[in-house]
């Protein structure tokens, strides 16, 4: 752009500048004044006849290209997610959610999160079945930008999907758009019977609540699930370990310690992002010795980055001490970068 305003513009009205004058003084097309703009006028629909069929060919080719770049996973979206405007791309990406290919799909959804078109509903309908769980909740947020409640009873019934993040992001648009008060649902689905729908409450309001819905989560709705047995246990576990980071509230932390010595990995591994997000300066230790574990190294090294440059004092001293385990201080160096 910066190149075409410097110089392919003003080079052109240069150009054109130019050929006035060859037409006026070799030409003569200045002896009458009526005849010279007809004349020019003749010049000029010539320009226009090869500049829309160059237009045409140009369009035809950026279809092409921005097929080609979903399909490649190819697009920044920083760049142009909030520029997706234009009917041809939407109709591309529209065309995207009928693949086979579940990334290309997955990168569409992507693209489209923030387009604001009513007819993406019908195209979004057979992907809430989808078998990806990534997609039907790609999907709901998707519909969630349309602000459209035809597909409600469709969304309700994934509350009750077999995959936590979609129950939870389908209580969310069930609050959001379902008649009544959205604020009083989520709090009967809080004292629910039933874990799955305390957990899908929990994480929901963590996730997207107001700061006055999250204060309707108190520690009898998280011991109620931290409490319950088994693998139903686990999985509420796992809930409120990726909503305490979320939460941001330090009635909470005690489950934080609590957590990291949980026999689940997969409760562990969640408490640790949540540790990396809330920045609590005592687990800086025990982050820094969970990444001589394979099990949660690459979280760790997640969760030291998260702090930032306030790390770095501490990451250089351990780096610096040979009594620090051979394992840890090879992993510093990549969590400093």
């Known amino acids: 752009k910066i190149f075409i305003d410097m110089f392919v513009d003003r080079w052109a ?64 979206l920083s760049e142009v997610r909030v520029r997706l405007n234009e009917s041809a791309t939407i109709a591309t990406l529209v065309s995207s959610l009928q693949s086979e290919n579940e990334r290309e799909i997955e990168y569409a959804l992507s693209l489209l999160a923030e387009v604001q078109d009513p007819g993406l509903v019908d ?53 959001k758009f379902s008649d009544g008060d959205g604020r009083q649902m989520l709090k009967e689905f809080l004292t629910h019977a039933e874990s799955k729908y305390r957990c899908a409450a929990v994480s929901s309001i963590a996730v997207y609540g107001s700061p006055e819905e999250k204060r309707m989560i108190d520690e009898n709705t998280l011991e109620s699930l931290i409490n319950l047995p088994g693998e139903e246990g686990a999985v509420a576990r796992r809930q409120v370990a990726g909503a305490l980071g979320h939460l941001g509230d330090t009635r909470f932390n005690k489950y934080i310690t609590r957590f990291l010595d949980d026999p689940d990995p997969g409760v562990v591994s969640n408490t640790i992002w949540s540790i990396g997000r809330l920045k609590i300066r005592e687990h800086v230790p025990w982050l820094l010795n969970a990444l001589a574990d394979n099990r949660y190294r690459r979280d760790a090294r997640a969760a030291l980055a998260a702090y930032g440059s306030s790390v770095l004092g501490t990451l250089l001293d351990y780096l610096m001490d040979e009594r620090t385990a051979p394992s840890i201080r090879r992993n510093i160096p990549r969590v400093m970068s």
């Open 13 to 76: 009205r240069g150009v054109a500048g130019g050929l006035l004058l060859l037409l006026i003084i070799v030409f003569g097309y200045d002896t009458e004044p009526m005849q010279a703009i007809r004349n020019m006028s003749f010049v000029v629909i010539a320009f226009l006849a090869v500049w829309v069929a160059l237009a045409l060919m140009m369009r035809r080719e950026y279809v092409n290209t921005f097929r080609k770049a979903v399909e490649k996973r190819e697009i920044d």
């Open 123 to 175: 195209p979004l309908k057979p992907l809430l079945n989808h078998p990806s769980a990534d997609i039907r909740k790609r999907t709901i947020h998707v519909l969630m930008a349309q602000d459209d409640r035809s597909l409600l009873a469709e969304v309700e019934k994934l509350m009750d999907d077999d995959d936590v993040e979609v129950r939870r992001d389908a209580m969310y648009f069930m609050s």
